[in-house]
């Protein structure tokens, strides 16, 4: 703690004593940022150390999506309220689009069409939970509302084919480079 004290100082900037404090990765976690950092699961099992979108800022997400689907919005057409909500839902997915997201995205998904079918069903006055009439398609492909998914651009690995030609050149030089220095050959 005394070293980033010094550090900070140097940096001419202050530390707020009651938010600071150290952690042990992997043990446990801390937020920053709206992300939750530490131990984190790959598909095979493997164990690393990564962020996640935080748990409050998703609680916050569907807290807002709850506020601008309440009974005091039902003056808004349905295309109008879908376009709101999309543009919400949007903007939080690219900021919260590194780490395992699949869960979050899943949550926000089942709390959007939820929340979205019972503001149709109050604004025109209609029983019941809304499945039949409203389905999930009905909601997705109909209204329009977003559907928030793995991208998966952000996982392609890049291989030979999608380098420029300057870069695929720049890595065989540096690799004939470093192949003349281990050798001592020449």
Same mark, same amino acid.
């Not at 709390?111 to 025109?124: E, S, T």
């Given at each position: 703690?005394?070293?980033?004290?010094?550090?900070?100082?140097?940096?001419?900037?202050?530390?707020?004593? !009651?938010?600071?404090?150290?952690?042990?990765?992997? !043990?446990?976690?801390?937020?920053?940022?709206?992300?939750?950092?530490?131990?984190?699961?790959?598909?095979?099992?493997?164990?690393?150390?990564?962020?996640?979108?935080?748990?409050?800022?998703?609680?916050?997400?569907?807290?807002?999506?709850?506020?601008?689907? $309440?009974?005091?919005?039902?003056?808004?057409?349905?295309?109008?309220?879908?376009?709101?909500?999309?543009?919400?839902?949007?903007?939080?997915?690219?900021?919260?689009?590194?780490?395992?997201?699949?869960?979050?995205?899943?949550?926000?998904?089942?709390?959007?069409?939820?929340?979205?079918?019972?503001?149709?069903?109050?604004?025109?006055?209609?029983?019941?939970?809304?499945?039949?009439?409203?389905?999930?398609?009905?909601?997705?492909?109909?209204?329009?509302?977003?559907?928030?998914?793995?991208?998966?651009?952000?996982?392609?690995?890049?291989?030979?084919?999608?380098? $420029?030609? $300057?870069?695929?050149? !720049?890595?065989?030089? $540096?690799?004939?480079?470093?192949?003349?220095?281990?050798?001592?050959?020449?």
């Amino acid at each position: 703690m005394h070293a980033m004290r010094e550090m900070m100082r140097k940096l001419k900037l202050t530390v707020n004593e !009651e938010k600071t404090h150290l952690c042990r990765l992997p !043990e446990e976690t801390f937020d920053f940022l709206g992300y939750t950092f530490g131990r984190c699961y790959s598909r095979e099992g493997y164990r690393y150390i990564g962020q996640r979108p935080s748990k409050q800022k998703v609680q916050s997400l569907c807290r807002r999506i709850s506020q601008w689907t $309440s009974i005091r919005w039902h003056w808004l057409e349905a295309e109008e309220q879908v376009g709101r909500l999309n543009r919400v839902i949007q903007g939080w997915a690219n900021y919260f689009s590194q780490g395992p997201v699949n869960a979050p995205y899943r949550k926000v998904n089942l709390h959007a069409r939820n929340r979205l079918r019972h503001w149709l069903l109050a604004k025109h006055d209609q029983k019941g939970l809304g499945y039949t009439i409203y389905s999930d398609d009905h909601l997705h492909e109909v209204l329009g509302l977003t559907r928030l998914h793995v991208r998966p651009e952000l996982f392609r690995v890049r291989t030979h084919e999608s380098l $420029s030609e $300057s870069r695929m050149r !720049e890595n065989r030089t $540096s690799g004939l480079m470093r192949g003349r220095r281990g050798n001592g050959a020449r």
